[in-house]
Antibody, heavy 121, light 107 residues
Framework: QVQLVESGGGVVQPGGSLRLSCAAS????????MHWVRQAPGKGLEWVAF????????YYADSVKGRFTISRDNSKNTLYLQMNSLRAEDTAVYYC??????????????WGQGTLVTVSS | AIWMTQSPSLLSASTGDRVTISCRMS??????LAWYQQKPGKAPELLIY???TLQSGVPSRFSGSGSGTDFTLTISCLQSEDFATYYC?????????FGQGTKLEIK
């Protein structure tokens, strides 16, 4: 069965950096686009970033563009999110989500359990 | 970016009721719309994609309709496990966007 397990969350000071990981199993990771989606405490869902199955295309929400970098290692079945210049408003649970297709125009058919990132001094 | 207006934000209903949640887009998205259910402390789960296609394993009391700019999620005969928060999401173009969410609570 499909499993997505996020790790790397924690408490970081404003301006700091953090790298999230998402270990995937139960499907051919290298054949699907992958996403990061976040949810601030008590708030709704916000799409953060997308990477195509082969890493050739990446897209970002305006709120994180230039600060966050999505990447993947298909040999390790792992998705990453490098987060730099963190702000208080980046505090959220971060979910990795599997795209239903190799590229864009795909919904999220599986989600991880999420990892909490708290940006606070 | 495509803006989404989801309504209502809060919906009170009883077990056995039929409820409808709406999602309106700022521009046409064909049928590139999905619906998700989220329970407290849990990750969202996919209910419907392509506006009206039920995800495998989702009960048939859930249905979706619409295309272009106006979409609807209907839950017929509410069960206790359906009380949760529901989100619509467009995947027509980046940046992907979600509706604000509808919390379905027990009346």
């Amino acid at each position: 069965q499909v499993q997505l397990v996020e790790s790397g969350g924690g408490v970081v000071q404003p301006g700091g950096s953090l790298r999230l990981s998402c270990a995937a199993s139960g499907f051919t990771f290298s054949s699907y686009g992958m996403h990061w989606v976040r949810q601030a405490p008590g708030k709704g869902l916000e799409w953060v970033a997308f990477i195509r199955y082969d890493g050739s295309n990446k897209y970002y929400a305006d709120s994180v563009k230039g600060r966050f970098t999505i990447s993947r290692d298909n040999s390790k079945n792992t998705l990453y999110l490098q987060m730099n210049s963190l702000r208080a408003e980046d505090t959220a649970v971060y979910y990795c989500a599997k795209g239903a297709d190799y590229g864009g125009n795909s919904y999220f058919d599986y989600w991880g359990q999420g990892t909490l990132v708290t940006v606070s001094s | 970016a495509i803006w989404m207006t989801q309504s209502p934000s809060l919906l009170s209903a009883s077990t056995g009721d039929r409820v409808t949640i709406s999602c309106r887009m700022s521009q046409g998205i064909s049928s590139y719309l999905a619906w998700y259910q989220q329970k407290p402390g849990k990750a969202p789960e996919l209910l419907i994609y392509a506006a009206s296609t039920l995800q495998s394993g989702v009960p048939s009391r859930f249905s979706g309709s619409g295309s272009g700019t106006d979409f609807t999620l209907t839950i017929s005969c509410l069960q206790s496990e359906d009380f949760a928060t529901y989100y619509c999401q467009q995947y027509y173009s980046f940046p992907y966007t979600f509706g604000q969410g509808t919390k379905l609570e027990i009346k």
